[in-house]
């Protein structure tokens, strides 16, 4: 028998450690969850481009990246506090808190989303500071479309916040990564083809904001019946100090978060044009794309930390972090390569004003080959309660990334954002790796990180000359993501006991019998 804090090794052909088993399954669901919102968020944004042109997808995202920042604002840190005190109520006390927090959690994120969407209606400067190129009418219009859901969005948010804490992940891809991006094209399509103006584009993206919060109450509902939590008011107290005292740093560490992905696209279109807002847009969201397998990833991963810290398991803990972290590397670095080495021909699937938008993704590729070689370091200060060392680190990122915005942008508009942004990238999650490995003892690299990055290289190498003999073209990308797989799924093969590739095929196993 296994002693608290301690985890005894798996022999081969053993059944994994409960934790990396549950990270594995829900990681199957969040990677096909971000294939699913990769390629229809592609196909959104393409048809808001082909329809609206640059300019046009300029204003529509500038409305979203405001959007975006208050309903991630407005949760005031409350989902990922549900995550983690839902997770540490069912292991220690059976679930008998959950409802008293899911109470303390929703009401003051109803209020400061209402509180937070009044300004937009009632005071037109904002929407004509924000849209300075547009018609102050058509501005002020867009602006209070986007306040009239903001509310439900963010309640929606912080619901589904409450079924990661149940240990599923399943409601959260089905609703943000699955649900919202489809219906939003399947909305999108009928209207850039019969009614292609900014105001019904805009539309077409939030109404799906309202079924994604009744589809989260309602899986939240489920999983209470499922773990027995839906108990009468009165069955447990929440500890609200303590809750509130993680979410408060929490809630301003999100606004740096959410900020960090869209204050290029704001400093854009009120430094430069909406044409260079809309450019950058769709580089952030190649890049976006890119980093969907960590997000997948982590969504699996953060309840099962909290769960086995909650218990004194340390050590396990610490072998979750290690393999989830080679996961990550495993398959995201041949991503960021390839798309570093064709960044021309990937922004042409947006339209030909979009190629000139390539050295600013090159340089988001770069910063983010750092940003997943650190695995889910932020994820596991949260889930270790150090929400305020999350907040500094989160500070310190965001001022780096303002301050460099700021000059940069005026003088290399599109790159002046990027290299803004790269910059905070590689600042935030160096730190939130050296606290980790400083003051709780989780490091990354191991033997399997090792494999892992010798997997990526070889790849890289690969595409590298896949580049320099077919060049930045169709054709060429084509010949490198061949040959590319082809030595990938090789060396994956001879690597996969020490990259945890074996525990992965395991649980997909066990779910199939």
Known sequence: MTAPGTTAPTPAGATAPSGVAAAARGGWWGVAGSVANAVFAFLLVGLITRAAGARGAGAVFTGVALFTILSNTCKLGADTALVRFVSRDLAVNGGRSVGALLRVAVVPAAVASTAAALPLLLFPAVATTFLPHLQPADAVTLVRLFAVFLPAATIGLVLLGATQGHGTVVPFVGVEQVGKPVLRVLIAVPVAYYAPGILSLAAAWLLPALAGTVAAWLALRRCRAVHGTARPAGCGAAPWHAFWSFSAPRAVSSIFDISAVWVGVILLSALATSTEAGVYTAIGRVVTAGTLLQLAVRLA?????????????????????????????????????????????????????????????????????????????????????????????????????????????????????????????????????????????????????????????????????????????????????????????????????????????????????
Not at 308 to 327: G, I, K, N
Not at 335 to 355: H, K
Not at 363 to 368: D, G, H, M, T
Request: glycine residues 10%.
């Open 301 to 513: 991963v953060a309840p099962e930390i909290s769960r086995l810290l909650s218990v004194d398991q340390v050590c396990e803990a610490r072998h979750l972090h290690h393999v989830s972290t080679c996961w990550i590397v495993l398959f995201s670095w041949p991503l960021f390569v390839l798309v570093a080495g064709f960044p021309r021909t990937v922004l042409s699937v947006f339209g030909p004003e979009f190629v000139s938008g390539a050295p600013a993704l090159v340089v988001l590729c770069v910063a983010s080959l750092i940003n997943v070689a650190v695995g889910n370091a932020q994820t596991v200060l949260l889930m270790a309660g150090k929400s305020s060392w999350h907040l500094a680190v989160t500070a310190l990122a965001f001022s780096v990334q303002l301050a460099v915005g700021v000059l940069a942008v005026p003088v290399w508009g599109v790159l002046g954002a990027a290299v803004s942004w790269g910059a905070a990238i590689i600042v935030e999650n160096l730190s939130a790796a050296l606290l980790i490995r400083l003051r709780l003892g989780f490091t990354t690299v191991d033997r399997g990180y090792t494999a892992a990055a010798g997997v990526a290289l070889v790849v890289s190498v690969v595409l590298a000359a896949a580049r320099m003999l077919g060049g930045d073209t169709p054709s060429g990308l084509a010949v490198g993501m061949t040959f590319g797989l082809c030595v990938f799924g090789t060396t994956l093969w001879w690597y996969r006991r020490s990259l945890g590739v074996s525990e992965l095929v395991g649980v997909l196993r066990r779910r199939a019998a």
